[in-house]
């Protein structure tokens, strides 16, 4: 099956500083892609849609300028955190679709464990 | 907007015996819906999935779910459960031109008692 990677798996970054976390889509092209955060004990939660070559798409309530979704190639999106707080500290999952879309499956990757110290 | 029910925070089976949990979705269309499982601290993987056809569908691990549109269903099913099923398990459904954007139940999880 298709194979979607995020890296870092973990990370910790002290408050106020930015963080990087790169969405890989390892064996197929991807146009789009998803951002999910998932809160302890809680279910997953659309934060964006991620277009290759255009704007991200947010889900009402997510800043825009506080979670930056860079698309530039078919097979990477990167989420970054900027400003991070403690209370960005959650679990972020992406996923992606091979194609351009439509009646096509999702594919996550294993999430990357964010805390903002 | 479509929305998925998970009525069971929690459910704890003894290692050997048969599991149902429960799903029930709302949605104006035919939906796409799916079950996925997350081990702690892991992404999601999906164990099975209905689109269409046979309303009855097997998935990995030994695991199957039916769809039944008259109660807005897609409850999963094993028979025997292992020890190693032990984790959270998310219902989710698929709509509009995309069914790619999913929906999440807010999940259901599973303890397996010896």
């Known amino acids: 099956g298709a194979v979607v990677s995020q890296h870092p798996s973990r990370v910790i970054c002290k408050s106020g500083t930015s963080v990087k976390i790169e969405c890989r889509s390892l064996?197929?092209?991807?146009?789009?892609m998803f951002w999910y955060r998932q809160f302890p004990k809680q279910s997953l939660m659309l934060m964006a849609t991620?277009?290759?070559?255009?704007?991200?798409?947010?889900e009402q309530g997510v800043e825009k300028d506080k979670f930056l979704i860079n698309h530039a190639s078919l097979t990477l999106s990167t989420l970054t955190v900027t400003s991070a707080h403690p209370e960005d500290s959650s679990f972020y999952i992406c996923?992606?679709?091979?194609?351009?879309?439509?009646?096509?499956?999702?594919?996550f990757g294993q999430g990357t464990r964010l805390t903002v110290v | 907007a479509q929305s998925v029910t998970q009525p069971d925070i929690h459910i704890t089976v003894s290692e050997g015996a048969s599991l149902e949990l429960r799903c029930n979705y709302s949605?104006?269309?035919?939906?796409?819906l799916f079950w996925y499982v997350q081990s702690p601290g892991q992404g999601l993987q999906l164990l099975l999935k209905?689109?269409?056809?046979?309303?009855l569908v097997q998935g990995i691990k030994g695991f199957e779910a039916e769809f039944k549109r008259s109660q807005s269903s897609f409850n999963l099913r094993k028979p025997s459960v292992h020890w190693s099923d032990a984790a959270e398990y998310f219902c989710?459904?698929?709509?509009?031109?995309?069914?790619?954007?999913?929906?999440f139940g807010k999940g259901t999880m599973l303890l397996v008692s010896p």
């Open positions: 996923s992606a679709i091979p194609g351009h879309g439509g009646n096509t499956e999702a594919f």
């Open positions: 064996d197929f092209q991807a146009t789009t």
């Open positions: 991620s277009n290759e070559g255009s704007k991200a798409t947010y």
């Open positions: 949605y104006g269309a035919t939906p796409y």
């Open positions: 209905y689109f269409s056809g046979d309303t």
């Open positions: 989710a459904v698929g709509a509009g031109s995309g069914y790619s954007t999913l929906t």
